[in-house]
């Protein structure tokens, strides 16, 4: 189900968004879309304190973990490979 939303914008507000969208080959409402899916993507959604909490308890184990510049020349030599293909 589609749900209506309706904002208030100065004149000069709309006039420059009406300018973006149009050089975007799009309309206004369709912009206003795509922008406000991706200020949702990039604001988190989890409460803060509960990523706190799983960093904590993540921190707490000591997995094994292999020498570091070696780690390091295999992600690289992994990263390379891929370009290649």
Do not use: C
């Amino acid at each position: 189900m589609s749900k209506r939303l309706q904002v208030v914008l100065e004149d000069g507000e709309m006039r420059a968004i009406r300018t973006i969208a149009k050089r975007r080959r799009m309309t206004v409402a369709e912009w206003v879309r795509q922008v406000l899916r991706s200020a949702r993507r990039e604001k988190p959604t989890l409460n803060p304190r509960r990523k706190m909490e799983a960093l904590h308890s993540a921190v707490r184990h000591t997995f094994p973990s292999g020498d570091i510049e070696q780690m390091l020349a295999e992600i690289e030599r992994g990263y390379l490979a891929d370009n290649v293909q």
